[in-house]
């Protein structure tokens, strides 16, 4: 029998992990798919170049939800996906990660009894000031089918008494990533030596005196820093009177492209970021990684050292980019066929 899934993104790094999917799904002729984009991001740089590049479908649904508070943008979210819901019946809703479009697709589909497959389920920073925390928690409760990468989620979800519907299948970023270096699509730029960064997390831009002591901790390393800014972080900088023009040796550019950002970081020394995201590139790539913040969920990069954290003090910034990794711990996170996977057991769960 013809089945539906319907998929919920919003957020840059959604339109990544919804690629490979949304090829996966195409061989299946008896599963129609829709998409609804909430419009959690709606520059054209934080949303279209995405669907453009990876050759992703045009949503069916825009929700155009923009920016606000985590209530009104994840309310106005629910209400219109539930609506969306009540009319498309889709016999599975797809969400992906730990963003505001991420819970509140879970939460109308919940509701309405559809089952809910969470892609990137059970990763924990076990620090609930971050609201991916509480999203990916909330997610993950929600949730009958949890496609984990690696088997520290499997543990994470049990302590949290959840067995049921857990599938191991490598991450789904490594997916994406293979098909732009397999492809050669991502190249390094012609600059050499400098550190690549992005910073966007909350904790670390929306107090001025903490990103001002993120950028000089930047402005004062031995290599050139290029900055992918997040228009939130651009956004503040403005607000608190924030002059780039200060720091000679940040390099700020709008940000990137899925391909050029992949590029920026193939080229990169080193990586510096907050984000979830560029930790596990990095690691793919097998590029050191310093990460601005107390914890992380991707514990595994961590090890040998090719990820390591600072947070309270930034005078450990420029040491822990001396350290060199130790071996590389090869596989933690699949082999970049986690898509198929995922499709394949959606297929037998829907009986399609
Ligand atoms: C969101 C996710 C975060 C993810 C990140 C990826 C939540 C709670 N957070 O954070 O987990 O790592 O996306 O990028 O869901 N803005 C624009 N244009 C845009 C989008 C955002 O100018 O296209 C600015 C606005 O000022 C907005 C701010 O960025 O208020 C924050 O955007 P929002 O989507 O709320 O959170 P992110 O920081 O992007």
Redesign the pocket.
Known sequence: MRKKIITVVG???QFIKNAPLEIAFREFENLEVKSIHTG????DN??RIFFEELGISEPAYQLNVG??G?GI?TGRMLESIEEILLKERPDMLVVF??????LAGALAASKLHIPVAHIEAGLRSYNKSM??EI?RVMTDHLSSLLFVPSDVSVKNLNREGIYNGVHVVGDIMLDTLKMAIDQKIATAPDEKSYYYTTI?R?YNTDHKERMISILSALNNLDLPVVFSI???TS?LLETMHVSTEAYANIRFIPPQGYFDNIGYMMGADKIITD???LQKEAWFLKKPCVTIRPETEWIETLENNWNVLVFDDLTLLKPALEIIPGDYPEGCYGKGNAANKIAETIKDNLKI
């Open positions: 957020a840059r790094p959690q991001h709606y520059d934080m949303s920016s606000a985590h943008q990660g730990d963003t505001n479009s991420t609201p991916e999203n966007h909350p997040h228009p939130r956004a984000s979830g995201g």
